[in-house]
């Protein structure tokens, strides 16, 4: 089953930090491109940070110098490591993957959303 499992959000104090995961299944993650977006209610999704599978690397202006991207290809997993976290960082985190071949290269340029997990910064 081709599917995206965020963790790592919940509540946190303002400037405190938070490390989201999403792990990729049912597709050959080093094919793909993984991103993370948000959606603060009221707001249309926005990206957040993007690390494509030849490596290159981007970041809205609202959280660079604050949050990094990674990824571990052998736990097909992308992370976001969230620091000094303001009220505005809060919403709901999506990971995303794009460019993807299914196993077996049976099927390309797959697109595949998470369910979303919660980042609440109090103030």
């Known amino acids: 089953q081709v599917q995206l499992v965020e963790s790592g959000g919940g509540l946190v104090q303002a400037e405190g930090s938070l490390r989201l995961s999403c792990e990729a299944h049912g597709i050959i993650f080093s094919t793909a491109d993984m991103a993370w977006y948000r959606q603060a209610p009221g707001k249309q999704r926005e990206l957040v940070a993007s690390?494509?599978?030849?490596?290159?690397?981007n970041y809205a202006d609202s959280v660079k110098g604050r949050f990094t991207i990674s990824r571990e290809e052998a736990k097909r997993t992308v992370y976001l490591q969230m620091n000094s976290l303001k009220a505005e960082d809060t919403g709901v985190y999506y990971c995303n993957a794009a460019r993807a071949y299914g196993l077996g290269y049976r099927e390309r340029n797959l697109e595949v959303w998470g369910q979303g997990t919660l980042v609440t910064v109090s103030a």
């Open positions: 690390f494509t599978k030849e490596g290159a690397i």
